[in-house]
């Protein structure tokens, strides 16, 4: 004799997709932390060129401010070599902040790796339950 095989039951079949997607969310949560992790890192890099623009704006500033302008007070007035120093060490420290908020501000923050697997998994979803 040949024993057919039982159907699984619609409320079987419903709990079986409710396992599965339960699953799948909880996939696409991590995804989603672990891709938000990474740009946050990229962004703490990035601040990092800002504070180091800014230290290095303000180290410049002390050191050579003083010995540029003694040398310079011999052929310009005091006034005049401390102006085109300071001018000159104030344009090099907002370069390096200019290149920091650049970067940040061309940071793609998006999670773009989870949106397109969220689509897939909608669409998934979908041929699931039609």
Do not use: C
């Amino acid at each position: 004799m040949h024993q057919r095989k039982e159907e699984p039951s619609l409320g079987d079949l419903f709990a079986d997709l409710s396992r599965e997607m339960t699953a799948l969310v909880r996939e696409e949560v991590h995804l989603a932390t672990t891709e938000i992790s990474q740009k946050t890192s990229q962004v703490g890099k990035d601040v990092a060129f800002l504070a180091a623009g800014g230290a290095v704006a303000y180290a410049g500033f002390l050191a050579v401010i003083g010995a540029i302008i003694i040398l310079l007070a011999a052929i310009l007035p005091w006034w005049l070599s401390a102006l085109l120093v300071g001018l000159v060490v104030a344009g090099a420290g907002y370069m390096l902040v200019k290149t920091g908020l650049d970067d940040i501000k061309n940071r793609d923050l998006t999670p773009r790796q989870t949106i397109r697997t969220l689509k897939e998994d909608v669409a998934w979803a979908k041929h699931q339950t039609s």
